[in-house]
């Protein structure tokens, strides 16, 4: 049985137990990489995103010893910190409405260390070109409707944990993911010629 995220968390405060802070990194890294490379796009400076969020967990950890919140979801804590290392990053080149994309083909990132499922190659190029699409189709709707999708595709939180993450209240987060779904299924009607989202 894997012991719960708490008592992980708790292993490494109270002992310094790295491999309890490994487990719970090994655990979550998907989650967290597939929100950050929904957010810019770019497997490589994803890559560095997420390891830039972890020095911050790692940082915020030490610092808060003795007053780090046990009773919340250390998942939902870590979630904020991502957030807002891609925000940082978003802000500073001055494209949060419209991220460029962009891939290093010949580099090996974290996202391409992930297991392979071992399908047969045509199958592996029908899911790929439906992943470029999808991913192109999450890419044209709203920022706001982008990172509450991610949230909840990629993260797993619930409502009311996206709605305090983004600082909303409930209904928008819900609302934000129903026009999200909207948009992305106008564009599955149309793939030839997508629609402006709807805000």
Same mark, same amino acid.
């Given at each position: 049985m894997h012991p719960p995220d708490e008592e992980l968390v708790a292993a490494y405060l109270d002992r310094g137990d790295q491999q309890a802070f490994r487990t719970l990194v090994e655990r979550h890294q998907e989650r967290i990489f597939g929100y950050l490379m929904g957010m810019v796009h770019d497997r490589d400076l994803a890559n560095d995103l997420f390891q830039e969020t972890f020095y911050r967990v790692l940082a915020a950890m030490q610092r808060q010893r003795g007053s780090y919140d046990r009773q919340g979801r250390w998942l939902a804590w870590v979630m904020r910190i991502? !957030?807002? /290392?891609?925000?940082? *990053?978003?802000?500073?080149?001055?494209?949060? &409405?419209?991220?460029?994309?962009?891939?290093?083909? %010949?580099? /090996?990132?974290?996202?391409?260390? =992930?297991p392979d499922e071992a399908l047969p190659a045509d199958d592996r190029l029908h899911r790929l070109e439906q992943q470029?699409?999808?991913?192109?189709?999450?890419?044209? =709707?709203?920022?706001? &409707? !982008?990172?509450? =999708?991610?949230? !909840? *595709? %990629? /993260?797993d939180l619930t409502f009311r944990e996206i709605a305090e993450l983004t600082g909303v209240s409930i209904n928008t987060a819900l609302g934000r993911m129903r026009y999200a779904l909207l948009n992305l299924r106008r564009q599955m009607s149309t793939p030839s010629n997508p629609q402006k989202a709807e805000a």
């Open positions: 991502a !957030r807002n /290392t891609a925000l940082d *990053h978003l802000r500073s080149r001055k494209k949060w &409405q419209d991220v460029e994309a962009g891939s290093d083909e %010949e580099g /090996t990132s974290f996202w391409e260390r =992930l470029a699409w999808l991913d192109e189709a999450i890419r044209r =709707l709203p920022p706001e &409707q !982008r990172e509450v =999708l991610l949230l !909840r *595709h %990629e /993260t």
